[in-house]
């Protein structure tokens, strides 16, 4: 299974941005947008099931960030908005393996991510 994100860039603090992270191989149950900042550990983002009736957020992206999916496209987004300079980071998605949602090691395969970065 192969994880690729995408939709990344350079941005102006209270900007948006679309990320998009195509699975190929399977579907997976639920999902999850994780981010690590240079020099930091990898942070969860937001998590949602596989039907999208829930989701989870970080505090720190709550009213600012939603995440969707469409599993016609095995696909999950993140859409950004109000972006803040404290959210440049590689983001990437993972595939739940089980274990709390807020964990880094409890997704799999991360794949390549896409670089965000907010001006101020």
Do not use: H
Not at 1 to 23: E, K, M
Not at 44 to 69: E, P, Q
């Amino acid at each position: 299974v192969q994880l690729q994100a995408s939709g990344g860039g350079l941005v102006q603090a209270g900007g948006s941005l679309r990320l998009s992270c195509v699975a190929s191989g399977r579907t997976f149950s639920r999902m999850g947008w994780f981010r690590q900042a240079p020099g930091k550990e990898r942070e969860f983002v937001a998590a949602i099931s596989w039907s999208g009736g829930s989701t989870v957020y970080a505090d720190s992206v709550k009213g600012r960030f939603t995440i969707s999916r469409d599993n016609a496209k095995n696909t999950v987004y993140l859409q950004m908005n109000n972006l803040k300079p404290e959210d440049t980071a590689v983001y990437s998605c993972g595939a739940y393996t089980g274990g709390s949602y807020y964990l880094p090691y409890s997704y799999d395969s991360f794949g390549q991510g896409t670089q965000v970065t907010v001006s101020s």
